[in-house]
């Protein structure tokens, strides 16, 4: 074993578990004020205040500004949603793939969280974070559209993987309105499938 190699590699697992653990109080900080006091009552100069960071340190970890804050994890959802197309098994249709990705995440522990309710509530609510949710859908989107090109052989353009990834990801939002979740996203995802095999996917073709 490298001895120097393990020693030098330590220090940087160790820097980024704390980089994380910062970022997520920041997080969770924010959070917490919004959801006791609403979004517009709460300062960034406070979130940073009570998370005991300075308002630098704060802007070095959400660059992208107080909206940020609310969507802490929307990088981690884009990851996984590619991931869900491009990383699939063999013999699982694209399909497939993304209906087996979104029961898994309204059925996650998370979702069963009272906050994930206030804070679905909160974004309903507030303009800013209404605003800043359609943008982050759309690049969302985008993504998904370019990963569903990549998969088919069909241009980055195409307008059938374009309007795939936009109506597949309104899943979510008509999922989180209905008592059950799931079966919502089985019924959606079969209805969708249906136009995803006759316009796209070729005969003999796992797509």
Not at 19 to 26: F, G, L
Not at 65 to 87: I, N, P, S
Not at 127 to 140: G, V
Request: glycine share 6%; net charge negative; aromatic share 6%.
């Amino acid at each position: 074993m490298d001895r120097t190699t393990t020693d030098s590699a330590a220090p940087v697992g160790r820097r980024e578990r704390k980089k994380a653990a910062t970022r997520q109080a920041i997080a969770d900080t924010a959070l917490r004020l919004f959801l006791e006091r609403g979004y517009d009552q709460v300062g960034v100069r406070e979130i940073a205040e009570v998370a005991d960071v300075s308002v630098s340190t704060l802007f070095n970890y959400f660059p992208q500004g107080k909206e940020a804050l609310v969507f802490d994890e929307d990088a981690g959802h884009e990851a996984a949603l590619v991931g869900a197309v491009t990383d699939r098994p063999p013999g699982l249709t694209i399909p497939e793939a993304l209906r087996a990705h979104f029961t898994e995440y309204v059925t996650s522990p998370h979702t069963r969280d009272p906050r994930f309710a206030a804070l679905q509530q909160l974004v309903r609510q507030t303009p800013a974070l209404r605003e800043y949710a359609h943008a982050m859908s759309l690049r969302h989107e985008t993504a998904l559209a370019h990963a569903l090109a990549e998969q088919t052989g069909r241009p980055q353009d195409d307008l059938l993987c374009a309007a795939y990834a936009r109506f597949t990801l309104e899943t979510l939002a008509f999922a989180g309105s209905r008592p059950d979740p799931a079966a919502a996203v089985d019924q959606v995802c079969r209805l969708l499938d249906q136009g995803w095999t006759t316009s796209v996917a070729q005969p003999g073709v796992t797509q």
